[in-house]
């Protein structure tokens, strides 16, 4: 068996090294290419997609709708509290309100009251947000912390004041507050634009004022596996049968089946371009059999089963698939892991030809162009996310690819027989 696959093997890498140099030295390097670029392409933007959708993600869960949202009196909340599978559990209020800033400026905002040591009972929620302005100190009844598209909407900062022109709540809220002035602490970002445009945070008094007290609380559960999430709910349903739960699946069911569809649809349509390479390559085998018909001739009456001489060809194809997979999956990843100076470089070309062409009096130029204008996109550098099992599948779904169309290409034209071959010949 060692001697049959040491055979193979040969006359594969001398066919390999003939197409390398004659005619079909071409086909075969837009073969390789096109590996190579399906391999690249794919990781680069499964990277970049994973960036995007990972960081909304981490925004929604740890600052948003928590691992798990939970209604229920103060004593229910501390006993679930000492779960082992909670890493944090901290209280809150949470009231839509009408926020007026200067000059009359209005804008709809999410009010939440929350305990003073916030940032410190849940690391998860420090970790997420930036602070733009101020500290996150909400330790005063009257302060308020916006969110950065909220108080440059409103058109105010640190020291200003804001209004709560009406509020919802239960039936004993007043929908216009006689203490409903705020004064602005601090500022801060989280890089998801839904959260900075409509999310305010008071304390916690002042958030019972505005809500009123009806002795139910809601709680965000922070759990040390957000995928233990299910197990979760089915503990609290039977130790707290009390208590209203909800996770953040089904909170955020329409956003995340969005992402889920949108990665996709991205997946579908890259995986075109190995269907595209894997004809070609089918095609090139195939001529490539033809071709050798001859040598197949040969070796038939030397003795070789038709097997071995499939083999033969389909470690061509597996050649050509782990040459053009290593070659996309080392460029996939150095492509991922420095893609903003990529687009940095793109950049400086564009504005560069631009300056060419405006020092030739054709046109004039700016110089300004962006790829990710801040005019237009919400955010500061393309983030990316490099996960190793689709990695692997990528690569694979590659190399397996070239070997497939090999195996189908040599199916039917080493049915030839080879005395017919050797007459004519």
Known sequence: MNRISHWVFFVSSRFGSVDARGRSALTSLLATAGIAFGVLALIVILSVMNGFQMGYIDSILEV????????????????IRKYPSVRSLTAFTETQALVQGRYSRQSGALVRGVQADLLSADPGFASAITMVEGDFDVSRDGTVVLGSELARELGVGIGHEVTLVAVSGTSETDLFPSDSRLTVVGVMKTGYYEIDKSFAYVSRGTGLALSGDSGRLLAGVKLKNRERDASFLASVASLEPGVEAESWRSFNRAFFGALRVEKNMLFFLVILIFLVVTVNIYNSMRRSVYERREEIGVMSALGSRPAEIRYI??????????????????????VSVRINDV????ERAVNGVEAFVSALGISSAN???????????YLEAVPVRIFFPEVLFVFLFGVLSATIASWLACGTLL???PAEVLRYE
């Open 415 to 417: 049915r030839l027989k």
């Open 343 to 346: 687009f940095a470089l793109a």
């Open 367 to 377: 110089g300004d162009f962006s790829l990710f204008s801040p005019e237009y996109f």
């Open 64 to 79: 948003h709708s928590s691992h798990v949202r939970l209604r229920g009196l103060p004593e229910e909340l501390d006993r």
């Open 313 to 334: 060809f389909i470690a061509n194809g597996l050649a050509i698939g782990l040459s053009g997979g290593l070659g996309g999956l080392l460029l996939g990843l150095l």
